[in-house]
T-cell receptor, first 114, second 113 residues
Framework: DTEVTQTPKHLVMGMTNKKSLKCEQHMGHRAMYWYKQKAKKPPELMFVYSYEKLSINESVPSRFSPECPNSSLLNLHLHALQPEDSALYLC?????????????FGEGSRLTVL | AQKVTQAQTEISVVEKEDVTLDCVYETRDTTYYLFWYKQPPSGELVFLIRRNSFDEQNEISGRYSWNFQKSTSSFNFTITASQVVDSAVYFCALSEVNTPLVFGKGTRLSVIA
């Protein structure tokens, strides 16, 4: 069983909707990540939080808004998305951003934008 | 800039065959880590192995083995006696100091019964 939990597993939304993806880990990891993965492509990094502060934003459009309320939780708020934003959104955590530890991934939230 | 190349896009093998997935990387750093992840149809990325740049010993874990060769900048992954459950997309990845993980494009392995 994965130690990184993502909800919901599936989400369908219209372009005018506002929704959120949630991610939770209880491994004491201090770095958390959002990745976006299109079909048959590798995961692409979106955001990195280190000690609850945003440390990397890979030029992601503002319609994606991350939030890290505490060290165990990571949210991705979605607003005014486009159909091309449909993808698998993966959350991951790591003990510390600067270390070489492996990333632990959740099962992902599969998003469809109509 | 770091880069990971997985030249094999898709591989199909018959069950019980051995299969090797290739990974070639580029980096200017002397300290780095290499990873392999498995992504089954369920979507989750499952960690398989991590290897640091100072440890070139090959590793075996059950039916899985990894061959790390710095001379050719390769970190290949072999599955012995493949099984249908091995069918997945396999990603090789590279991490340098304070940089996010960089993934290769992945190799889709299909094991046919």
């Amino acid at each position: 069983d994965t130690e990184v939990t993502q909800t919901p597993k599936h989400l369908v939304m219209g372009m005018t909707n506002k929704k959120s993806l949630k991610c939770e880990q209880h491994m004491g990891h201090r770095a958390m990540y959002w990745y976006k993965q299109k079909a048959k492509k590798p995961p692409e990094l979106m955001f990195v939080y280190s000690y609850e502060k945003l440390s990397i934003n890979e030029s992601v459009p503002s319609r994606f808004s991350p939030e890290c309320p505490n060290s165990s939780l990571l949210n991705l708020h979605l607003h005014a998305l486009q159909p091309e934003d449909s993808a698998l959104y993966l959350c991951a955590s790591r003990m510390d951003r600067g270390l070489f530890g492996e990333l632990f991934f959740g099962e992902g939230s599969r998003l469809t934008v109509l | 800039a770091q880069k990971v190349t997985q030249a094999q896009t898709e591989i199909s093998v018959v069950e019980k065959e051995d299969v090797t997935l290739d990974c070639v990387y580029e980096t200017r750093d002397t300290t780095y880590y290499l990873f392999w992840y498995k992504q089954p149809p369920s979507g989750e990325l499952v960690f398989l192995i991590r290897r640091n740049s100072f440890d070139e010993q090959n590793e075996i874990s059950g039916r899985y083995s990894w061959n790390f060769q710095k001379s050719t900048s390769s970190f290949n992954f072999t599955i012995t006696a493949s099984q249908v459950v091995d069918s997945a997309v396999y990603f090789c990845a590279l991490s340098e100091v304070n940089t996010p993980l960089v993934f290769g494009k992945g190799t889709r392995l299909s094991v046919i019964a």
